[in-house]
């Protein structure tokens, strides 16, 4: 196995193993034993069982911030409702496909320490003011209706963990289309002014 695989072979079991026990109660012991590695593999790699959790939260970040295309209401062959909603559908997806990385996200990470608490909070206000800054131009656009756009893209946002909480955290039982289709339709009703 060379580097990179086994990196990544560390990282996938560190993080079933946060998810499982939480970031407190993991044990680099419990990360070695799941990966399969002695514990001196473990520190080649990483210099402790923060820094893997913090590139873990990271690879995240990363991933949900490529799931964001920017919406086009230029573009004739494809509508602005389509474009919003496959924008929904392709965040919903990194979500889903990771469920235990985004378990982590929405307990571990927070409150974690206050380096960390900071990580987060500019993580969700670049999030925040790239929803703020599109809102602005769908309302310049008259596709978004008029009022607080930094509200509005507070409420999405806050819309969104709350639905992923409800289905990675309580297990609540909903299909990832379901989902798609309901935020669309509840943004639709709220500030969107689009139909798909």
Excluded: W
Excluded at 12 to 18: G, H, Q, Y
Excluded at 145 to 160: K, N, P, Q, T
Aim: net charge negative.
């Amino acid at each position: 196995m060379d580097k990179t695989e086994r990196r990544l072979q560390i990282l996938t079991n560190a993080r079933d193993v946060f998810a499982k026990r939480g970031y407190h109660a993991a044990k680099i012991d419990e990360i070695v034993a799941a990966a399969g590695i002695a514990r001196g593999t473990f520190y080649l790699y990483f210099h402790d069982k923060r820094a893997i959790f913090e590139e873990i939260v990271d690879n995240a970040f990363v991933r949900l911030g490529e799931a964001v295309v920017r919406v086009d209401t230029e573009d004739p062959t494809r509508a602005v409702g389509t474009q919003i909603e496959e924008n929904i559908r392709r965040i919903v997806h990194a979500l889903f496909a990771d469920p235990a990385t985004t378990k982590i996200l929405l307990s571990d990470a927070v409150g974690l320490d206050p380096a960390f608490d900071r990580k987060l909070l500019v993580f969700y206000e670049a999030v925040g003011k790239l929803l703020e800054s599109s809102l602005v131009d769908g309302q310049e656009r008259g596709i978004v209706a008029e009022g607080d756009a930094r509200v509005f893209a507070i409420l999405s946002l806050g819309a969104m963990k709350e639905i992923m909480y409800q289905v990675v955290m309580r297990g609540l039982d909903f299909p990832e289309p379901r989902i798609v289709s309901e935020i669309f339709r509840f943004l639709s009703a709220g500030y969107l002014r689009v139909a798909r």
